[in-house]
């Protein structure tokens, strides 16, 4: 139980184009969705993290016009990363805490490469 | 966010030997997760300790807690080539807030 299907799973596109990454709980209701950018070879650090009906919150550094983060339901939030440059490259992962439980739960994350 | 640290960052082992990585943490914790990352692939959980706790067993899976040094450790025994991985440790300040990850830990299983 507890699943945060995350799609696509990678996707390649053109420089000044948007994507759009969704991460769906299956399972159970996802208030909070935290959205991670992780480089090749470093760790995962935090870009913003999303609340269902309300703005999402940015971390320092984090343009959110940019990225533009949706939670619309309780169930998806999205992450658009908007004209995107090939900076932008990235994995990109979705986690949501599973309160009922305890702990996380991590989408299987989007490899994002910008030519 | 604030970052932990891990130690060593790369470590290559033979099969059947021990490998033990650290994480050290600068805030206080509800919790420390372990979790091991493939390469190019997401996340799987595999072990998490609570701050009131020093020690948990899981297979072949041991990790320690010292909230007075803020540290951790993951042993992992008898090491087989499939456990070769990226290792990382997460803590939360509260149940359900933001995770903040250590810097990662690469191991090399050889066969």
Known sequence: GAVVSQHPSWVICKSGTSVKIECRSLDFQATTMFWYRQFPKQSLMLMATSNEGSKATYEQGVEKDKF????????????????????????????????????????SGTRLTVV | SQQGEEDPQALSIQEGENATMNCSYKTSINNLQWYRQNSGRGLVHLILI???????????????????????SLLITASR???TASYFCATDETSGSRLTFGEGTQLTVNP
């Open chain 2, 81 to 83: 080539a499939a456990d």
């Open chain 1, 68 to 107: 533009l983060i949706n939670h619309a339901s309780l169930t998806l939030s999205t992450l658009t990363v908007t004209s995107a440059h090939p900076e932008d490259s990235s994995f990109y992962i979705c986690s949501a805490p599973r309160t009922s439980r305890g702990g996380y739960t991590f989408g």
């Open chain 2, 50 to 72: 609570r701050s009131n706790e020093r020690e948990k067993h899981s297979g072949r899976l041991r990790v320690t807690l010292d909230t007075s040094k803020k540290s951790s």
